[in-house]
């Protein structure tokens, strides 16, 4: 039985928005749509493959580290190692009338009494949050009926390898897992030398108990993550005095919130060290630049009873959405307790060889692991615009170089050669490396507000003058405002424009 969710009108309205334009779809949907899966359509995986290439940018390649593309199904004895097998689980309740099962930190988490004192569900232990269930007299959403006692449920889908003979095997619950075993083969190709950056964007899986809130918590999702590999006795990093005077957001462990520097920050022990506080700066470039306006994400410090059973000190971004604060990134001080636990359990050597200090060293790893989906989903809560005076329609006001189309091209007649005209003029788009596309019907205010509505930050018309001249008209999303263009010139100012932000022509 389905429970009931709390209702988030806002983003319900929101969801439905996406569906429409082809952001977002359930999957599977002619057979009932299972909760916790979504398609991305046309426009939506155009905008994350952007997300996924921007932090491909500023996490890969401007640092110079790998990429790489692991096995999505991992044999039983690496998620035992990992510590998954044994730790990867929620805390759940049933409804001893309907049988329904909850999240038991979830449905507390939703009590008004409960939310009232103050207390925090998450990182509470089994016992305590089965005494506050009954304390706050929590029953069930759907028929009221009474809760069981928190018990453990491993949230990894179990699956089979070959036919016969079958070995256990499991999704990974998360990326970072294929990292680590093809560390060894890393080193031996490229060299020991740390630090070393090994990053993967890909699909994990987790069979959440109540998926929710569209696509914040899905079964499958993807993640971009990076492990950051480095000698235990250097925490420094290269480019932290470049940025130790940068100011960022921080929510500290008993709620306040300030703003420090990140060298304060290193100072206060609100971040362990150097590397975890130059890949925070990171995350708040990237997720500026993919449009989420400073003062709606912070950086939250997770106390030490709610971190992962790997990590010795976790920060979180999370983001204002009309869910609330939401985590959409990790990053966790993972130590060498990943490459230690393989190493133990396969007997293979992580190790690497540190020339400086003549020894062996398991290295440490820091690690930001950013949820693709929920960065998506909160790209679309704030570029989102409702309708004004100017502008009849609501529209998505998204950074040029995250939007799923950098410009899209209109005859202003289908006659005359209008329309092969505006075909010459996307296909020298196209090639020039721009991502076009050519829409010949409706009238030409329909088509702009089309395009507006998927966030396109540019329009370009063909019309009579472009028969006689060889110029055309260009749009800007933000403003509405025209520039008269030559067809010659157009790729190159549209390149330009896109890598400057620019989205009106009275911007400065
Ligand atoms: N390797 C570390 C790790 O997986 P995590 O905090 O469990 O850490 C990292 O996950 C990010 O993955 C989260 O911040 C979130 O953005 C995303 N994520 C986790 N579970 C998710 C789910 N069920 N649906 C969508 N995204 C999820």
Known sequence: MKSKEPSFPKAERLIDVAIRRSFIMPSAEIYGAPAGFYDYGPVGCAIKRRLENLWR??????????????????PEAVLKASGHAENFSDPIVSCKKCNARFRADHLLSENPAFAASGAKAEGMQDAELTDAIRKYKVACPNDKGELTEVARFNMMFKTAIGAGDERVAYCRPETAQGIFLDFARIVRNYGSRLPIGIGQVGRSFRNEISPRQGIIRMREFSQMELEYFFNPEKQSHAGFTGISGEKLVFELEDGKVEERTLAQALSDGIVPNEIMAYFLWKQERIYLASGIPRGKFRFRKIPANDTPHYSRGNIDLVVDTSYGWIETTGTAYRTDYDLSSHAKASGADLSVFVEEEKKKVVPHVVEPSMGVDRMFWCVLEHCFMEK??????????????IAPYHAWIFPLMRKDGMEEKAREVESLLRESGLIVYCQESGSIGKRYARADEIGVPYCVTVDYDTLKDGTVTLRFRNDGKQVRLAIGELAEKIASFVKEGKVALDLA
Not at 57 to 74: A, N
Request: glycine share 4%; charged share 30%; no cysteine.
């Open 57 to 74: 940018s500023e996490m890969l390649q401007k640092e110079g580290f790998h990429e790489i593309e692991t096995s999505m199904i991992l």
């Open 388 to 401: 004004t005076p100017e502008k009849d329609w609501e529209w998505f006001n998204f950074p040029p170089a």
